[in-house]
């Protein structure tokens, strides 16, 4: 059973920052893909940023040039670097792994931890 941890959410000010962790139950190399995702209040789940094995990165528009997603494989574990921060970037942020086999796909998702940008 693979477990996904997050922590490092909290609150902060307006142009602060925070720095979201990832840990892995299983050994990082064998996720296809890594991702955060993130969910406010009535609102739908998105992405926020990805991964992959190689360290190839995609961001989403609302997030790019203030968001870094990174990976430390020796320590089976993915961080969110997150600077600037905006109110709106207010949500619950969720750790997404992808496995991919020839028959099956599988998500795993962690417990989500809080983010909370308010002056």
């Known amino acids: 059973q693979v477990q996904l941890v997050e922590s490092g959410g909290g609150s902060v000010q307006p142009g602060g920052s925070l720095r979201l962790s990832c840990a892995t139950s299983?050994?990082?190399?064998?996720?296809?893909?890594m991702g955060w995702y993130r969910q406010a209040p009535g609102k739908q789940r998105e992405l926020v940023a990805q991964?992959?094995?190689?360290?190839?990165?995609n961001y989403s528009d609302s997030v790019k040039g203030r968001f870094t997603i990174s990976r430390d494989n020796a320590k089976n574990t993915m961080y969110l670097q997150m600077n600037s921060l905006k109110p709106e970037d207010t949500a619950v942020y969720y750790c997404?792994?992808?496995?991919?086999?020839?028959?099956?796909?599988?998500?795993?998702w962690g417990q989500g931890t809080q983010v909370t940008v308010s002056s």
């Open positions: 997404n792994a992808i496995r991919r086999s020839l028959t099956t796909t599988q998500n795993y």
């Open positions: 299983a050994t990082i190399f064998t996720f296809n893909s």
């Open positions: 991964i992959t094995p190689a360290s190839i990165t």
